[in-house]
């Protein structure tokens, strides 16, 4: 296993980390059952994997967690998990909403501490709030020892431009430890200036959904590249229709998917990329590819300026 410094907190991650949300929410939406999720987090520490990032909105995914780390080391596992200072789009009031929320987690977990605790997807609209009316019980929280770093994560369809992410970074960025992002192939619009900022202030960056949705749904991708030819966003000439991303697939890129991870991985601001397959043999895949070879460089610079100035949210 390859391992990052995940900023200030000092915390040594694989650069590729287990999340308990996304389509599949550990295995609840496509059927897995207790020891089928049992053993896919096994696996997921087996591999070398010491990130867990998972929510108390992400369905039972604390519980299930807490079941399948039993008995397990608690020091080969850093623990990373989120509460919605939200209710709907309206920002809750009672601080204690939150305290409520580490409790329970910290049960459900079946743990002393939650390592990383974050809000959960903090639009621009909504930030000086959350920070106004919860970041001092959070700083509580940490005093009591219940949690160790402080972090936050966007909601990209929403915030696209990461205007939150840069809004935090250039005004507070002395807050945070950590921040979740997302940023790939097809959105690369982080690098301009929240990844650097996060580098510049040593905040530790997960990247979420990275290669979600677009890259893992073939017809899909190409019904997105036809339409962004249509809208003058990239040249018509620049990709073929069927397989628009097929130049990525060659040497030790297996697949576009594949070419997604690595892509995901290139920024030096990136401390892991999270990956939430419920299937063990796509988890060996995408850890496969990030622990391979990065891109070549040719490649890399393609994707640059096909995708780098957009400022799409897919």
């Known amino acids: 296993m390859q391992f990052r410094t995940l900023g200030r ?16 929410v550990l295995g609840q939406r496509t059927g897995l059952e207790d020891a089928g999720q049992d053993a896919l987090i096994r696996r997921v520490l087996d591999l070398g994997i010491n990130f867990i990032d998972t929510s108390e909105g992400y369905s039972r995914s604390e519980e299930i967690l807490g079941r ?14 989120k509460w919605n200072p939200c209710e709907k789009e309206t920002p809750k009031t009672d601080p204690q909403d939150l305290v409520r929320s580490v409790e329970q987690s910290l049960s459900r977990m079946g743990i002393d501490a939650i390592d990383v605790m974050q809000f959960h997807g903090v639009v621009p609209s909504i930030y000086r709030t959350v920070v106004d009316r919860f970041y001092g019980t959070m700083k509580q929280l940490q005093a009591q020892g219940k949690i160790r770093f402080i972090g936050f994560s966007e909601r990209f369809f929403s915030d696209p431009k990461h205007e939150a992410v840069v809004m935090a970074l250039e005004q507070d960025g002395g807050l945070w430890d950590t921040i979740m992002l997302k940023y790939g192939i097809l959105n690369q619009c982080a690098a301009r200036r929240a990844l650097p900022l996060a580098q510049e202030k ?6 979420m959904a990275s290669v979600r949705v677009k890259l893992t749904r073939p017809e899909e991708l190409e019904a997105l590249m036809a339409e962004w030819k249509g809208r003058g966003l990239i040249p018509r000439d620049a990709l073929p229709e069927k397989d628009p991303l097929g130049f990525l697939v060659h040497g030790e890129v297996d697949s576009v998917v594949s070419a997604g991870y690595k892509f995901a991985l290139d920024h030096p601001g990136v401390s892991t990329v999270i990956t939430g397959t419920s299937r063990v043999d796509n988890l060996e895949r995408n850890l496969a590819a990030l622990l391979g070879p990065p891109l070549p460089e040719a490649d890399q610079k393609r994707l640059h300026a096909l995708f780098g100035p957009l400022e799409e949210a897919v």
């Open 9 to 24: 907190t000092g915390l040594k991650v694989s650069v590729i980390s287990y999340g308990s949300g996304g389509p599949s």
């Open 68 to 81: 399948a780390l039993k008995g397990v080391p608690r020091d080969t596992y850093i623990m990373a998990t």
């Open 202 to 207: 040593d905040v530790g960056i997960l990247n």
